[in-house]
C-alpha cells in the first residue's frame, strides 16, 4: 500500500480504464455476493487480467509478493510428499485441474496480485466515482441481507429456484449468510469514505450498515462475521483514538497465532482448558476444538515441512475439509516455514497501516479494522486456499485504497 499527497488541484493523470474496471468490479459485487460468493474468484481474475496493461505504472511493494511468491513455491515444492498430490498424468479435465490448489496458486497470485497493483494506481477522480458505487452497491447488500435473513432466505430461495433445481430453506439461510462476509470487509471503507464526506445524516447510514449487517449474520446464524466487526471494531476505535501504538501492538498481535498457534493449542490439551472449553461450548465450536487438538497432534509429526498441500483434506472425519484455522492449516501442510511466511506478509501489511495511521489516522484506522476483520474470518471459517476468499482479501486491499483516494480527494 502505498499513499501520494497532491493538492486537490494539482494536474492528475487519467486512468478511465482502471476506473471503468473498478466501477465494473463494484457493481457487480453486491450481486456475486448476495447470489453466488464463489464467481469471486472469476471476477478477481477477469479484472486482474484486464487491468494488466495498468501494471507499467504500478510500483508493487516488493517485499510482501516476494513472500507469496516463496509461499506459493513452497506449496508446490510440498506436492513431493503431500497425500493429496494429484496425478499430473490423470490431469486431462477442467474438474481434474480444479483439485491442483497449487496450480491454481500460481495464476491467482498473477491476477489477483495484477488487480491490487493495477488498480492502486487510480487517480483520485476514478476512486471517487468508484468508491461512491461501491458504498451505493454496500448499502443495498446490507438491507437485503439483513431483510432475507429476517424472512428465512425467501427472497434467495425464490432467486435460486428460477434457475435452478430447488434449494432446502437451511441450504438456502446459509448462503444468504455468505453475503455477510464481503459486508463485513466493505463495511470499513465505506465508513471511511462516508466518515470524509461531510453531510447530514452519514453517521446514521455507517450505524445502518454495521447494524444491517450484524442482524443479517444472526439471523441466519454466522457467528464469524458477527466477531469479526466486533473486533475490527475495536482495533478500528483504538488506532482512531490512540494512533500508531496500537497500530504496532497489532504486529505481534496479528504475527504471533501463525508462529505459536500448534503450541498454544496442545498446552491447551494438557492444561485442561479445552476440557472446560467442551463443556461451555456450542455444538459447532465444540467441533472446532476437537479438530484443532487433532490437527496439533499431527502437525508435531512434521512440524518442519508440514504434511503437505491439500493434505487437510487426507484426514477423515477428524479434519472435514480443512482446519477451521488458517495458522494450523498453514502449520499442518506447509509446516513452520509455511506459517513464517504468512506471518513475514501480514507482518508487512501491518507496517504499512503504521505508515497510514502517522499521515490520517482514520486511514490507519480503516486498513487495521479490514485487516482484523479477514483474519477472525479467515482464521475460524474457511480454508487458507479458498480463491473465493483470497479473491475477497484482494477486493478489500482495493476497496481500501479506493476509500483512501476518495478521501483525499475531498480534502
Known amino acids: 500500500m502505498t499513499r501520494t499527497d497532491v493538492l486537490p488541484d494539482a494536474p492528475e493523470r487519467r486512468t478511465r480504464w482502471l476506473g471503468a474496471l473498478a466501477v465494473f468490479m463494484m457493481v457487480m459485487t453486491p450481486l456475486i455476493g448476495y447470489l453466488i460468493p464463489l464467481w469471486f474468484a472469476g471476477l478477481l481474475s477477469l479484472v486482474g487480467l484486464l487491468a494488466t496493461p495498468g501494471l507499467a505504472r504500478s510500483r508493487p511493494p516488493v517485499l510482501p509478493v516476494l513472500a507469496l511468491v516463496l509461499l506459493v513455491a513452497w506449496a508446490l515444492i510440498s506436492l513431493n510428499w503431500s497425500p493429496a498430490a494429484p496425478d499430473l498424468s490423470a490431469l486431462r479435465r477442467d474438474k481434474d485441474v480444479e483439485k491442483f490448489t497449487a496450480l491454481k496458486l500460481v495464476f491467482q497470485l498473477g491476477l489477483y496480485g495484477v488487480a491490487v497493483a493495477a488498480l492502486g494506481g487510480m487517480s483520485r477522480r476514478s476512486a471517487r466515482f468508484a468508491g461512491k458505487v461501491m458504498l451505493v452497491g454496500v448499502t443495498v447488500l ?10 428465512h432466505a425467501k427472497i434467495y430461495m425464490v432467486l435460486h429456484n428460477l434457475t435452478e433445481e430447488p ?22 471503507p465505506c465508513a471511511r469514505m462516508l466518515d470524509a ?30 466477531a469479526a466487526i466486533a473486533l475490527g471494531g475495536l482495533t478500528w476505535l483504538g488506532v482512531r483514538v490512540i494512533g500508531k501504538p496500537i497500530a504496532r501492538a497489532l504486529i505481534p498481535i496479528v504475527v504471533t497465532p501463525f508462529i505459536f498457534a500448534p503450541m498454544v493449542v496442545l498446552w491447551g490439551v494438557r492444561s485442561g482448558l479445552f476440557a472446560w472449553l467442551h463443556v461451555i461450548a456450542p455444538p459447532s465450536w465444540d467441533h472446532r476444538l476437537n479438530i484443532w487438538a487433532f490437527t496439533a497432534n499431527q502437525i508435531v509429526q512434521h512440524a518442519l515441512r508440514g504434511w503437505g498441500i491439500d493434505a487437510s483434506r487426507t484426514f477423515g472425519p477428524a ?93
Not at 480443512?322 to 509446516?335: D, I, K
Not at 509455511?338 to 501480514?346: C, N, P, T, V, Y
Not at 475477497?392 to 476518495?406: D, E, R
Request: proline share 3%; hydrophobic share 60%; aromatic share 10%.
Open 319 to 411: 479434519i472435514p475439509l480443512h482446519t477451521h484455522n488458517a495458522a494450523l492449516q498453514l502449520w499442518l501442510e506447509l509446516g513452520s516455514l509455511g506459517a513464517a511466511l504468512a506471518a513475514a506478509f501480514f507482518a508487512w501489511i501491518l507496517y504499512r497501516v503504521v505508515a497510514w495511521t502517522g499521515e490520517d489516522r482514520r486511514d490507519g484506522a480503516m486498513a487495521a479494522g479490514a485487516l482484523v476483520s479477514y483474519l477472525v474470518i479467515g482464521g475460524l471459517s474457511f480454508g487458507v486456499w479458498q480463491e473465493w476468499w483470497l479473491a475477497l482479501g484482494a477486493l478489500t486491499a482495493i476497496a481500501c485504497g479506493v476509500a483512501q483516494k476518495s478521501s483525499a480527494a475531498t480534502r
Open 167 to 188: 434449494i432446502r430453506p437451511d441450504q438456502a439461510v446459509v448462503k444468504v449468510s455468505e453475503a455477510t462476509y464481503p459486508l463485513v470487509l466493505l463495511f470499513w
Open 142 to 151: 446490507a438491507l437485503v441481507a439483513c431483510v432475507d435473513g429476517l424472512l
Open 197 to 226: 464526506w461531510k453531510f447530514q445524516g452519514r453517521n446514521l447510514l455507517i450505524a445502518l450498515i454495521a447494524l444491517c449487517t450484524v442482524l443479517g449474520a444472526h439471523f441466519t446464524g454466522a457467528d464469524a462475521p458477527i
